[in-house]
């Protein structure tokens, strides 16, 4: 009989696979049986799928990307400027993802887009009233913008109270002027249901911010900021190239001016000042 000591062998462990009571912990939390089951084609092209997914994805990184500039802007109202930068540099990846979403859709030829695009109908991406609320966090406010969503009271109710809140930038200035920056009055109290227009002045400030410590802890909003205006533009880029791409210079879905709108909003920077205020520092 041997006397040498034997270490109890560890019962294999297999992870539980009877949920028989209900659906399971992965399906109560995450609903993707809900998330897989909104897929509607209406045409017989197989290539519908794709774009109905891609889109619906799309909405989803809209969703997220609301989430942290909402915290972000929150965060600038109570001075916590760490927490700020945090939600912005989270949302600087999720924007990396959103744009990724174009790879799919970004090689249609017209004649693969023309397959399916009459399922669309008056279809447009102008009518996403989640990416509306982004357009209004980065200051693009535009009252007749609600109007698509009229019909929808949920919808239209969140759209309205996002238009007559400060956007992003405007509790970024509202910081600066807080920490002592010269911010004038004017921009301070102004109608934030308004587009933003750039200013000189802010211009003059962002100057004097990054002709100083670059470690300072508003230049480094600055630099999360630009992270985000740079994935913003490149996100309306890759949109012109692929709608350009789709159906070329045809009026776009919806009744919109397709790519000659495109190219309006792709010329356009996000936070104006913190571009043109590097020719000065």
């Known amino acids: ?102 790879r799919p859709l970004g090689q249609l030829t017209p004649a693969q887009f023309n397959s399916y695009r009459n399922a669309l109908g008056e279809g447009s991406g102008f009518q996403s009233a989640m990416y509306r609320r982004m357009e209004f ?50 921009l301070l109290e102004r109608d934030v249901s308004q587009r933003y227009e750039p200013s000189a002045e802010v211009e003059a400030v962002w100057t004097e911010i990054y002709s100083g410590d670059a470690d300072d802890v508003v230049a480094r909003l600055g630099e999360a900021l630009t992270d985000v205006a740079e994935l913003v533009w490149r996100w309306r880029n890759d949109h012109l190239v692929a709608t350009r791409r789709a159906m070329g210079a045809k009026p776009g879905t919806g009744g919109s001016a397709g790519v000659a709108w495109l190219e309006r909003r792709a010329q356009k920077n996000v936070f104006p000042e913190l571009w043109t205020a590097r020719s000065y520092v």
């Open 137 to 186: 966090l980065l200051g693009e406010k535009s009252a007749s913008m609600l109007v698509p969503h009229r019909g929808a009271p949920r919808v239209h109710a969140e759209l309205e109270k996002a238009l007559h809140e400060p956007s992003l930038y405007d509790e970024v200035l509202g910081l600066l002027a807080r920490r002592g920056h010269a911010i004038p009055p004017a």
């Open 1 to 102: 009989m041997s006397h040498e000591a034997h270490e109890p062998e560890t019962p294999h462990l297999a992870p539980k696979i009877d949920w028989s009571q209900g659906t399971t912990p992965y399906e109560d939390y995450v609903k993707a049986d809900v998330l897989t089951h909104l897929q509607h084609p209406l045409s017989d092209d197989p290539g519908e799928m794709v774009f109905l997914v891609t889109t619906q994805v799309m909405e989803l990184w809209f969703t997220v990307i609301v989430h942290e500039w909402e915290t972000a802007a929150h965060a600038l109202r109570s001075d916590d400027v760490p927490v700020a930068i945090d939600a912005l540099k989270r949302s600087v990846r999720q924007l990396e993802a959103l744009n990724a979403s174009w």
